[in-house]
């Protein structure tokens, strides 16, 4: 059974950081694309950050630069270092894992997780 477990959500003012975290069962992270994606309320949900099996990572144009995409293949955990954040990045930030390479849309997402929130204040 698959199980991804995001953490480290919560509150913080425009300009700080928060390191997210999505500890994955059942699949190895290090075998799958693992993804980073986010939904604000009324929004549809838009992919973040990934990292494929290679290791090679894609971000959205809104987060690059201030966001990193890492894992820890030892603890099997993803990781989403989010730097200088802006009020715009409030959202539920979601976990997804699946086999194909080159996943980034939503829809090539087999797994996910249930989601931390993440709320920037200005």
């Known amino acids: 059974q698959v199980q991804l477990v995001e953490s480290g959500g919560g509150s913080v003012q425009a300009g700080g950081s928060l390191r997210l975290s999505c500890a994955a069962s059942g699949v190895t992270v290090g075998n799958y694309c693992m993804g980073w994606f986010r939904q604000a309320p009324g929004k549809a949900r838009e992919g973040v950050a990934s990292?494929?099996?290679?290791?090679?990572?894609r971000y959205a144009d809104s987060v690059k630069g201030r966001f990193t995409i890492s894992r820890d293949n030892a603890k099997n955990t993803v990781y989403l270092q989010m730097n200088d954040l802006k009020p715009e990045d409030t959202a539920t930030y979601y976990c997804?894992?699946?086999?194909?390479?080159?996943?980034?849309?939503?829809?090539?997402?087999?797994?996910w997780g249930q989601g931390t929130q993440v709320t920037v204040s200005s």
């Open positions: 997804a894992a699946d086999l194909f390479t080159g996943a980034w849309s939503s829809g090539d997402y087999r797994f």
């Open positions: 990292i494929n099996s290679p290791g090679i990572t």
